[in-house]
Structure formats: structure tokens, C-alpha cells
């Protein structure tokens, strides 16, 4: 079947887009939201059409294509091991994460709601949970069934502090965009957040300007070995131990200590020194939807997608992201991001 689409307008304008792609291992059914004020016009040509791929996320082409694949995963600084995690606070160097995004409700960017990290000019990668409405905060969840305020949110990027203030940052602050259209799978809304597919793909309004504190990670392919990578991190703008906000974007060393055969879960624990004490690696409230990156052949590729974190989260106890590598295909369908499928093994 090559596509079918159910069409929503709703009060506001807004639409609401069911597109099923034929991809490998099921991963077929994303629902694309876009953004309130999408054109009345664009929305009959598509109602009447039936197309269903008439109304998708826009495309890299094949220039923007190979330019990623030779640029993606190159950052300013050296990696530096860290013995810190991201709520304990060890402060990244501008241009240390050039990916690394906070995303902020709209009139409030100066507090950090998720992460993300960026893949292409255009495109984001983050949690599903943080791009949806709930009705309680317990697991399994159940989605509200309004979805008004999902695009009052804003993606902050290109520095490292959210505010010069509380605490201080003396860091460069970050620029804000906005997002256009969100891309999430059918199964994480039908699995009430325990089945997986914890993955939104998120596209902006415009296209991020790039430089030496705002570029694009690396993707891994289906065939990626997770030994492979080194200098295993996480980054984020979330909450310190104190359940404080941060001003300042964090990272921390981590390691994986397993991977779900059955799902699409990355198990990430402490990391032990010599003398096996335990260093507390942790993620904290704000950092759902950062990175698990690895570095590899001078590269840095996002392995996973902080999902779900300990109660207590300066414990060093484990905590789960999604696996980005299942995923390598449908973010090529979906994004034109495609390089990854035929290098980097």
C-alpha cells in the first residue's frame, strides 16, 4: 500500500495527519502534526487528492544529503572524559555539543522543558513523550486528547546557556526557533508509553543556521556495533540533583550495560573507577529527549534518546533511551537523511 492519509481540521486550522510508509520491521505508522495556521488551501488539495504523502515532512535533497554525511558529528573541542554526570553539573565548552538543543515552552525559554539533538538544518530528534499531552503522570500513560499546545514550544540551540542568570552562565546564550511539524510513531501513542518507539522527529520552521556551536550529529545504521563507539556521553539542560533548574548545558560519561532484543531500549548505567566506586552518572528532570552520543572514526553519532530515567536521579542508578538504529530507514523515508544507510559501519 502506498500511502493513505486521515485528514482533521480542526477548530484552529491545524491538521492532523495519519501516513502510513510500507518500511521493513513495521516501523510504518507515523503521525505528522503541523503546525496551527497550516493553509486552508493546502488542506483541501490534500483532502480531495487522498494522497496521503501529499502532506509530509520536508525532504533534505541529495546535495543537503551528501553534505551531512561529509560535516555531520564534528565538533569545536576534544573529548574530554568526565567524571561527572549531567546532574552533578560539569559544564559543556560552546561548540563541545554543537547538536545539543533545549526545548522550551514559548514565552518561557529560559526554562528547560526536553531536549534534542540535531540531525539535519531542518530536523530534530528527541522523545515522543515530550511532544505529547497527558492526562496523569503514571505509566502506562494515557494521552489527553487535545493536542492545542504542542506548538507552543520553541527549540533553543547554537550556545550553551538558557539564561545568563540562576545560576549564572557566563556562556554563550542560545538563539530560538520554531518548530513547523512533528513527526511521532502510531505505536507510541497506541502502547501507552511502554512499548517503545519513544521518538519524535521534529521539524523546524526554518532552517538552523550552522556553524561552530550549531551543526548536525552523526546517524548510526541498522548494522552499527555499539562496542565500536568510544567516549560513550550524555547532554542535556535538565534539572540538577536538587531537582533545581539549570542554566547551562551539562553533560556527563556513561555506559551501556545492555540492549532489549525485543524492543528498542538501550539500558545505560554508571561507570565504575578502578577502585569500583561508582561514579553518579545520572539524567535528571529536563534531560528526556537528549543524547546518548558515541564517538567513532573521529565522529560523534547519537546512539540513543534519553527515554526513561530513575526516580532519583543523581542515584547512579540505570536509566533507558531509545535506540536510534532500528530507525535508520524510516528517518530516511520521513527526512531525506539517508547517508548513514550505505557508510559508517
Known sequence: MNGCATIILLMNISIIVFARYDLPMDFSDMVVYARPGYSLIKFLIVFFSFMGDAVQLSKLDVHENEDLKHNCGKA????????????????????QFPWAVAITKINQEHNNHCGGTIISKRHILTAAHCMMKYESDKLPCKLAKTMDDIFQIAVRYGGVCLRSHSPPCDGRLCMTARIHKIAVHRKFLDGRCIEGYDFAIVEMEDDLVFGTATSAICLPNPTFLLDSAENLFDYGFGQNEYGESMSRLNYGSAKIIGVSMQKDYIRVGPIYTRKNKTIHNGICSGDSGGGLQGFFEQRAFLLGIHSLGPEICHDGSPFVVTDTRPYAQLICNLTGICYHLTSFI
Do not use: T
Open 76 to 95: 569545536r573541542h576534544q573529548w574530554l572524559s568526565s567524571s561527572y554526570s549531567i546532574s552533578a553539573g560539569s559544564a559543556a565548552k560552546i561548540g
